[in-house]
């Protein structure tokens, strides 16, 4: 790990939607807390000039960053510059080299499409902004394994991989490494955490809404490559993975990969795609598109903590709700006839919840349980960061624990490379059900789909 702190940042992209959405708001946030004092300078090929940056950063931050507070604006204004021009002239990185000043250690950002990372990190090196510089680079992370690996190797070329950051958004999520948190700070969970206890596991995001314009990159990712071989193999590797050692920094990413290695590539028998009803409609999207907005898929964890322990994972646009949800059942006890099985429920979004199912004996005369859940809810609150933020702040610090490293995104690449493209049928569901009804042969096994409900609806 290389501790020197970056003292400049730049982000290309500056003037597109990343930007926009979490860019902006994590650097505002920063300001905030006091942590915003280097110069930040977006670069883009738009025509614009500084103030119209300006203006773009106050309406992100007033839509997407909970509204501008005007002292902290007035920091990120005062070091906000901004380069525009095209990203195969070496005089925008002249420019961008001049701009940044005394910086010696810079940060790049690349919030632009994978197909320009070549062009960028090349000018980046030709004009000396790449010397003792960090690249953070945004996800999509190729779109296959041989295309992560062609991304790497080109990075490679310029960048080492202790000076590259890829974002994976959930890793910057308390709740997420909540889940690492809650494993090992906790005597009671370790000890039956592992295929003696453990049923299953069902990890399910569920989002209410479609593509929201997004139909034209929707087309070219689809649920497998936009959700499931990152954000959700992640939250997979944190529940499964092995005790980090202490001794060394790289070990929780050690065993995150490892997990990673034992999952065995997927099979189309254990995937089961869908497509809402109205997506070939969507702007963007061709009228005969077999890209799935659903997907069900049953992994299985070739190690000795969890072999036979069947890990599920569903994703979808235009669920019922929205939410991502884990679900680790419990074996049933010995000699137990009725109730329900024990459980961990872990809600990740929108808000946090911690909960186990027990059963309690029912009041009255029977001798007989109910079900219960001993639940702690958290909502969104504190002190608690943005993924952005914590992400960008890490970058900035050099701390590459919570970025996907080189060896986890191509061994998570190859766990869904079997089932890119159209290896099975996409089958189509209505808007707001819980997809296709094909998936529920995945978990005919372990008692069908948990379905994660409004928190409204379980208060
Ligand atoms: C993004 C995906 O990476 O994550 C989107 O491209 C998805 O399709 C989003 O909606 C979900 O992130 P969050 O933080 O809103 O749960």
Redesign the pocket.
């Known amino acids: 790990m290389n501790e020197a702190r970056s003292d400049a940042l730049a982000f290309f992209g500056a003037t597109g939607d990343l930007a926009y959405k979490k860019i902006f708001p994590a650097l505002h946030a920063m300001a905030r807390r006091g942590h915003l004092n280097f110069p930040v300078i977006g670069v883009a090929k738009s025509g614009w000039n500084l103030d119209q940056l300006r203006a773009r950063a106050r309406d992100s931050i007033k839509n997407h960053g909970g509204g501008v507070e005007e002292e902290a604006f007035a920091v990120l204004l005062k070091h906000l510059d901004y380069v525009d021009g095209d990203y195969r002239d070496d005089a925008t990185y002249a420019e961008l080299r001049r701009k940044l000043g005394k910086a010696t250690h810079p940060a790049h950002y690349l919030a632009i499409p994978p197909s320009l990372f070549a062009t960028v990190v090349e000018g980046l090196a030709r004009s000396g902004c790449a010397k003792n510089a960090r690249l953070i680079v945004e ?2 992370f190729g779109r296959d394994l041989p295309s992560a690996r062609e991304l790497n190797r080109i990075i490679h070329t310029v960048f080492p991989e202790d000076d590259v950051y890829r974002i ?3 890793l910057g ?1 308390e709740p997420v490494q909540n889940l690492l948190l809650f494993r090992f700070a906790n005597t009671f969970l370790e000890p039956i955490w592992n295929r003696n206890y453990v049923d299953s596991v069902q990890i399910t ?1 569920a ?1 209410s ?1 479609g ?2 314009g ?1 139909g034209t ?2 087309e070219e ?1 689809g649920a497998i490559r ?2 499931v071989q ?2 959700m193999l992640q939250v997979v590797g944190f529940l499964a993975m092995e005790p980090p050692v202490t001794t060394y920094h790289e070990s929780i990413r050690d065993e995150q990969v490892k997990v990673f290695r034992a999952i065995r590539p997927l099979n189309p028998e254990d995937l089961v795609r869908g497509q809402f009803e109205g997506y070939r409609k969507e702007h963007g999207v061709a009228p005969n598109s077999t890209v799935e907005t659903f997907a069900a898929v049953r992994l299985h964890i070739d190690s000795w903590r969890w072999e036979d322990v069947p890990f599920f994972i569903r994703a979808g ?1 235009c669920l019922p709700v ?1 939410t ?1 949800e884990v679900l680790v059942t419990l074996k049933r006890p010995p000699l137990r006839k009725v109730g329900d099985t024990n459980y961990f429920r872990f809600r990740l ?1 929108p808000e946090v919840i911690i909960a186990v199912g027990s059963q309690v004996k029912r009041p009255g005369e029977q001798w007989g349980t109910e079900s219960t859940e001993l639940k702690v809810v958290q909502n969104a609150q504190g002190d608690q960061m943005d ?1 952005y933020e914590r992400l960008l702040s890490d970058a900035m610090a050099g701390d590459g624990m919570l970025f996907a490293r080189e060896d986890a995104v191509e061994a998570a690449w190859a766990v869904v490379q079997p089932i890119l493209g159209d290896v099975t049928p996409v089958h189509e569901y209505k808007p707001g059900t819980w997809g296709p009804p094909q998936a529920e042969r995945l978990t005919q096994d372990v008692g069908g789909w948990h379905d994660p409900e409004q928190l409204s609806d379980m208060m």
């Open positions: 996800k999509p994976d958004h959930y999520k995001m989002e809404f593509v929201q997004r990159f929707y990712a936009d959700v990152n954000h646009k929205t991502t979004s993924p």
